[in-house]
């Protein structure tokens, strides 16, 4: 069979959901994309009923989705019976897939091309083709004035698959207020100078704006004290399916400014919004989606940075601003940022709209202004760039004066990274948790958790690029460290632009960071972060951030010569470690080396039991030679055991059928080779 591009998501969400509500595809993709994966899989391994089991899987979860009834019907068209193939091919052009000459030409569906069904099916679909979907929902934008609450619906919101969130239309309509209204109507932070700008027409306003809030009406933004922002409401419908509250999940054709002061309290995986989101690697990446379509977030960091806890956040990325403290303490953040927005010059907003980069810019405007920010330079440190905010150091007018001053020419450039090389621990070997060290990559943000124990130091080679301004090579980059300790950090320019860095880092653990004032911080971190900004004129460039999370359950010593000596797993301090990125365990690991400094394995100490044996290769010993060298050994499995509803599931080991046999060339010879027993 050919190689298939899925053509999920083309349609109208309720065209394809296969759902009886548009708001129920947030529970129905995550299994859509677990299968569009796996069908991409057996496509490229030409494994036909597998192909077949994965569709009926697809068919079954999203019955009305016309591209899983049409790649049905391509993995039966083989089979000697072809009525069950036909059947779906009709079943989907009933659905909506449509394309003649792509049905006509799939060789996919070659072997049902003479069949004179075939040929009817093709006419059928010719003729339907453009024409709507019996029972599908005509998707509209819903009509608004602008300042006045408009509704998310059915009828206005379609699901992305691109994406993978939903995706809600507007038209709004700018009502009759002259400037002098506007200004005298304006009631936000640094209210006499927007007043005068609204005035004068050089402000924008907030006409256009949208405000989301997704808390349930918990912390609400004052939206009369900003003339034209429209206060996004969610339906009926939408609400009953909860799709109204956490972390933002939609695109709208307008800038946005949203919060939700809330986070999930109960359960071994509680959190705030935002680490929710941090863990999550399909949740970062909607969330850099969003900042690309003009929108700001604002979430409290609620327990995840305090004093008891420390700083628990395993990524700082310049997607939302998170406060410090619980609920309200998003406010005044909220306030600022939509009288910077209404503080713009119209131009030079329009244009930031037109670029995707309201959001980059207003996170830039917002950083550069903290009162921790004494100096221009400073914004190069961590003092601009904390992965929390205090509202103590927010400056409201600073940011709108800074906004005002903008200009279509002065209008900085957004820095994107990109991934060259990596680090490749292996499972098993390097570490033992399930989930991979990439955390995410997103063109702002790139975050990795260090799980690999066996060297100190973990490198990794990132290429930044920027929008807006003639070629990289004309371009300086500069990278900074915004918290860590700068003796165990090496960024090495591999361009003379440094454009592509090698970025070296030495293992931290927990530790307490140095503030903006040369004082430890009060709370412990275990994360490394690295900025990435480019200077134009006078002004810097909105942040793009590397950072390294390390795992605070575990205890590491290192050799002088960089290799492992030891890792305490057992984490007898009790510190709290994320369960969605690390598994509790029970054990400390000693690694063993040769005279010349090879590893050949570790000795795994448990709390009760003698200690066991484990090869280079990650295998455990089951015998040994006169020379105490491993003879045969056996693969072990990694299996996370749940240990109750409210607690954390640990990390468990299973011994495999699989065995090994180890050979050695010489009596000198520690480390030898390792065959399969048949």
Not at 166 to 185: C, H, S, W
Not at 323 to 332: I, V
Not at 388 to 417: H, I, S
Request: aromatic fraction near 10%; proline fraction near 7%.
């Amino acid at each position: 069979m050919r190689k298939r591009v899925m053509m999920v998501g083309v349609l109208s969400a309720a065209a394809v959901a296969g759902a009886a509500s548009v708001f129920e595809m947030p529970q129905v993709f995550p299994r859509h994309r677990q299968l569009q994966q796996q069908f991409m899989l057996a496509i490229r391994t030409g494994k036909t009923d597998e192909m077949e089991a994965i569709c009926r899987a697809g068919v079954e979860l999203m019955p009305e989705d016309p591209t899983w009834q049409y790649n049905l019907a391509c993995a039966l068209a083989y089979r000697a019976d072809k009525a069950e193939a036909l059947a779906a091919l009709d079943r989907a052009i009933t659905l909506g897939f449509r394309d003649s000459k792509a049905i006509e030409q799939d060789t996919d569906l070659k072997p049902l091309a003479e069949m004179p069904a075939f040929q009817a099916m093709v006419k059928r679909a010719a003729e339907l083709q453009g024409k709507p979907v019996e029972g599908v929902v005509h998707v509209a934008p819903g009509t608004g004035m602008m300042g006045l609450p408009i509704e998310v619906n059915a009828g206005n919101t379609t699901w992305e698959f691109n994406a993978g969130c939903f995706q809600t239309f507007f038209k709004l309509i700018r009502p009759d207020m002259k400037n002098a209204e506007a200004a005298d109507a304006y009631r936000g932070p640094a209210r006499e100078q927007v007043s005068a700008w609204l005035r004068e027409g050089q402000a924008s306003g907030n006409f256009g704006d949208l405000y989301v809030n997704r808390d349930n009406g918990h912390s609400v933004l004052a939206v009369a004290n900003f003339p034209g922002l429209t206060p996004v409401t969610y339906g009926a419908e939408a609400k009953a399916k909860n799709a109204h509250t956490g972390v933002a999940n939609s695109l709208f054709d307008f800038p946005v400014i949203g919060n939700a002061s809330i986070s999930i309290t109960a359960g071994p995986f509680w959190r705030s919004m935002p680490r929710a989101i941090f863990t999550e690697p399909a949740q970062t990446i909607q969330a850099s989606m969003l900042t690309l379509n003009n929108q700001c977030w604002f979430y409290p960091a609620h327990h995840d940075y305090t004093l008891e806890k420390g700083d628990l956040f395993p990524a700082n990325t310049p997607y939302c601003v998170i406060s410090l403290g619980s609920s309200f303490t998003d406010q005044p953040f909220l306030q600022a940022f939509a009288a910077t927005m209404a503080a713009m010059r119209p131009e030079v907003k329009r244009a930031l709209v037109q670029r995707k980069q309201l959001a980059p810019v207003l996170q830039m405007m917002f950083r550069a202004t903290q009162k921790t920010v004494k100096k221009p330079e400073d914004y190069l440190t961590g003092a601009a760039h904390p992965v929390v905010f205090d509202p103590a150091n927010l400056d409201a007018e600073a940011m709108v004066k800074l906004a005002n001053a903008c200009t279509p020419a002065t209008m900085l450039p957004v820095v994107m990274l990109r991934t060259l090389s990596d680090a490749k621990a292996e499972l098993g070997i390097d570490y033992f948790d399930l989930r991979p060290e990439g955390l995410f990559d997103t063109p702002f943000a790139i975050a990795r958790v260090v799980r690999g124990v066996r060297t100190r130091d973990r490198t990794m080679t990132v290429e930044a690029s920027v929008s807006g301004l003639p070629p990289a090579r004309q371009t300086q980059f500069i990278w900074a460290v915004l918290q860590g300790d700068e003796k165990k950090i090496a960024i090495k320019p591999l361009t003379p632009n440094a454009s592509r860095v090698e970025i070296t880092v030495g293992y931290h653990g927990t530790y307490r960071p140095t503030l903006a004032n040369g004082q430890p911080s009060p709370l412990l971190s275990s994360r490394v972060d690295i900025g990435c900004f480019v200077k134009a004129g006078d002004s810097y460039s909105p942040p793009a951030m590397v950072t390294f999370a390390y795992l605070a359950n575990e205890v590491r010593l290192y050799r002088d010569d960089g290799q492992v000596l030891s890792v305490d797993y057992r984490n007898n301090s009790n510190t709290y470690a994320d369960p969605v990125l690390t598994l509790q365990k029970e054990w400390k690991d000693v690694y063993d080396y040769d005279a010349q400094g090879r590893p050949t394995g570790w000795y795994r100490m448990r709390d009760v039991g003698g200690p066991e044996r484990f090869t280079y290769a990650g295998h455990k010993v089951l015998a040994n030679d006169t020379r105490n060298r491993p003879l045969r050994a056996c693969a072990i499995q990694y299996l996370p055991r749940q240990q109750g509803n409210n607690l954390p599931p640990v990390l468990s080991t299973a011994d495999r059928s699989e065995q090994f046999t180890y050979t050695y060339a010489s009596d000198d010879d520690m480390i030898g080779r390792f065959a399969p027993i048949k």
